[in-house]
């Protein structure tokens, strides 16, 4: 079977560094934190009081107040950067077979707001269930996916991927997969998350899972670093438009990058601890790399999922030393969460982007907030440490990785 070459020709993001893609390479490329005081709700009684808020974002800029109000800000989020992304592509609506394009969309949590404030709501009343029509429809994360293809009246596959923090990764990595089977032209993919809310803070505190650096919040997500104590959450979105090479190519669209493989495993380990030894995350890169048909020797640059977690860091940098082995030691290595904060199920979107703008502009985003080097850690990998670097990249890796052991690997090879 011959299969076809997917490429990606457009790209759209909304994130605390940036509401657009040029403000988020702006961000990415200058060092800048997004970490700020949680404004959505009162953190008094709260453990982390900060987190990675999208910042101006007015919703009757993109909606008007009827179509907005049927909603949950994830969708909301969605649909404004799938909006960039297409303008970004240049796409001919009006001449595109929509039965040849499809939406498929990740988000690990979806409407966590709607829930629950419709909950709040039911347990301050009399006890009798006056819900919101559109409760439901806001709620469930696979209504994204449906606003789009109703939208630009898009009628090919259309889903949402469920796989925690690995959701958008897993959706780009589905619509990479039909595209190349010849089942799509054009797939709109991406991610999208809302999770700054009661329920979303007050759940990861649960976990033990946040940073309470509440002293300094713009330092808080600090990837490596020896006293890292855990992740900023973040929220926002990313949108990619993969499309089949030669459908590209007639149109005379503009190649941001190829999507040359990817890989897909699981740790069968723990529900929210990765493997310590990241038996998993070694496969799945390896599976990646195979599927792409490259060798270890020609990877540039490996966006980490490297959330700032004491476990998770570790185990990822041990897999990419036994994967790269000496070439490991060339590679640039970063995690731009120092700078977005984990946006959940919507992190391998954003991330995906910022390997295909560190390909196109020739500059590593950062990991910054390193302060303290962590002795587990060896010394002589470069890990981007807090300021940017200019470097020609060819290929880019984005890891991905979610509880209940799910990973994801993506490699964007430069446009020919």
């Keep these: 079977m011959t299969f076809k070459r997917v490429v990606i020709t457009g790209a759209g993001a909304l ?11 702006d961000g990415l490329r200058n060092g800048k934190s997004g970490a700020a005081p949680i404004t959505k709700f009162d953190t008094t009684k709260f453990k982390t009081k900060f987190a990675c808020e999208v910042k101006g974002f007015n919703v009757e800029d993109f909606f008007d107040r009827k179509e907005g109000r049927k909603m ?28 040849r394009v499809g939406v498929i969309w990740g988000s690990g949590i979806g409407g966590l707001l709607t829930f629950q404030e419709e909950m709040r709501t039911f347990a301050a009343g009399d006890g009798t269930p006056r819900f919101n029509p559109f409760f439901i429809p806001k709620m469930i994360p696979d209504l994204s996916a449906g606003h789009i293809s109703i939208k630009y009246g898009f009628r090919g596959p259309n889903f949402v991927t469920v796989s925690a923090c690995a959701s958008s990764t897993n ?13 799509s032209d054009i797939i709109v993919s991406g991610g999208s998350e809302a999770a700054v809310c009661i329920a979303g803070v007050g759940g990861f505190n649960a976990l033990k899972a946040l940073s309470e650096r509440n002293d300094s919040p713009e330092t808080a997500s600090r990837p490596y670093d020896k006293d890292r104590d855990g992740f900023v959450l973040g929220e926002g979105a990313g949108a990619l438009i993969l499309e089949e090479y030669e459908h590209a190519k007639k149109r005379g669209a503009k190649i941001l990058g190829e999507i040359i493989g990817g890989g897909m495993t699981a740790d069968a380990y723990h529900i929210t601890a990765p493997h310590p030894e990241g038996a998993g995350i070694t496969k799945v890169m ?26 998770g860091d570790i185990g990822e940098i041990k897999a990419i030393q036994r ?19 984990h946006l959940l199920g919507a992190a ?13 502009e020739g500059i590593i985003p950062p990991t910054i907030n390193h302060f303290t080097d962590d002795p ?17 990249v060819n290929i880019a890796l984005s890891n991905t990785f979610g509880f209940g052991g799910h990973n994801f690997s993506i490699i964007i090879r430069k446009a020919e």
């Design 376 to 392: 587990e850690l060896d010394p002589k990998l470069n890990l981007t440490f807090n300021k940017a670097q200019q470097r020609k």
């Design 286 to 311: 390896e599976h990646a790399l195979e599927e792409a048909g490259i060798k270890p020797e020609e990877v540039d640059y490996i966006n980490t999922h490297g959330t700032s977690t004491p476990l």
């Design 72 to 99: 949950d800000p994830f969708t909301q989020y969605a649909m404004v950067v799938v909006d960039e992304a297409i303008k970004n592509a240049n796409l001919p609506l009006a001449d595109l077979d929509p039965d």
């Design 171 to 183: 959706a780009i990595y589905d619509a990479y997969t039909y595209i190349k089977l010849g089942k």
């Design 348 to 360: 391998g979107a954003i991330e995906t982007i910022a390997c295909l703008l560190a390909i196109n």
């Design 323 to 341: 994967v790269f082995g000496d070439h490991a030691y060339k590679l640039n290595i970063s995690s731009t969460k120092s700078m977005t904060g």
């Design 15 to 25: 994130t605390a560094i940036g509401n657009n893609l040029s403000e988020y390479w």
